[in-house]
């Protein structure tokens, strides 16, 4: 009895090491593969915040400081002329769009870029806490006028 007993119990932690096991091999997996489907999904701003009208003109001051602030804090992805080439671009796990793509922008409201800039999506940080709330909607009037001046690079998409 004593014998039955103990096969029986090794029976049973066999099987749990076993499930334990293969816990720790799928979960990983399984983790890796919602990162993946998340990562190929379309990025999608709300519905209202599409909607939301920029309340900065562009003017020749503020796309001068958003230049500025474009060469600090974005360049180095989003590339000098916007094409999403910039030194960091290769190493990124998700490309940067092309803002030099007009087909592309025309179909994106400032709305939606602002809220995008806002939130972040991995890799590109949120810029909510770095910059002002005007500062990210005069952004979104420089990054608007590289599919403007460049229409050569829309060619090479
Ligand atoms: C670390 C690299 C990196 C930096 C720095 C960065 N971005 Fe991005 N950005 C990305 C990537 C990658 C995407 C695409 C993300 C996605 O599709 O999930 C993106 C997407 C965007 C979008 C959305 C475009 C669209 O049409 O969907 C905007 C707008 C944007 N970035 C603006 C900026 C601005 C402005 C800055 C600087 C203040 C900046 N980014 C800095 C990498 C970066």
Known sequence: MAEWNSENNSLWLRWTVGLFAALILLVPLG?????VAQSSSPWQAPEDAKNVKNPEKTTPEGLAAAAELYHQNC??????????????????????PKFTNAKLMDQVTDGELFWKMTTGRSPMPSWQDKLSITQRWQLVNYIRTFAKKAPATTSNE
């Open 75 to 96: 360049m180095q992805c989003h590339g000098e002329a916007g094409a999403g080439n910039g030194p960091s671009a290769d190493l990124l796990v998700r490309k940067p």
């Open 31 to 35: 983790s890796r593969g919602a990162a």
